[in-house]
């Protein structure tokens, strides 16, 4: 049986080098804006849930050492994406909370793309973490295609 060569990837000719360079320089990338963007989502859910986000609570939520965390916020306060206020913790900036809801969104999509595909709750969302930073807008339009044509 033939296969339809444009619906079966194993079938498409490869595209030229600069186009297929451009998928491996968003994989690349994608982990340096991942943990700005994990950080940042952090902060704005303790803080939206009425704490702190204390140095410590980023540490013990992330699996990290305080060190680790520091360092980060200092690299995040660089790129104006956080403050620090001595005695009083971790705020976003205008900017963080964009950087923190654009995340947040991503990673509810996919959640919720997966969870309409069968996958468990708790698989969902550890996947979700990682797929979110690699998603594209166009796969994220899809995925929310699917869902409003299955619900």
């Known amino acids: 049986m033939a296969r ?3 619906n079966d990837p194993r079938e498409e000719a490869l595209p030229d080098a600069e186009v297929h360079s451009e998928g491996f320089r968003q994989t690349r990338a994608a ?15 303790l ?5 702190e986000a204390r140095q410590v609570d980023i540490a013990a939520r992330l699996g990290v050492a305080q060190p680790t965390v520091a360092k980060m916020l200092a690299r ?5 994406l956080v403050t620090r206020r001595p005695y009083r913790g ?8 964009k ?15 997966l969870r309409s595909l069968g996958v468990s709750p708790e698989t969902a969302r550890i996947d979700a973490e990682g797929i979110e930073h690699h998603v594209s807008s166009e796969t994220l339009a899809a995925f ?8």
């Open 4 to 6: 339809n060569r444009r």
């Open 31 to 45: 982990p340096r804006s991942a943990l700005a963007e994990d950080y940042v989502e952090l902060i704005a859910a």
């Open 47 to 51: 803080l939206e849930d009425g704490n």
């Open 76 to 80: 995040l306060a660089a790129d104006g």
């Open 90 to 97: 971790v705020f976003l900036t205008d900017a963080g909370r």
């Open 99 to 113: 950087v923190a809801a654009e995340s947040r969104e991503r990673h509810q999509t996919v959640e919720a793309f």
């Open 144 to 151: 929310r295609r699917a869902m409003a044509a299955a619900g």
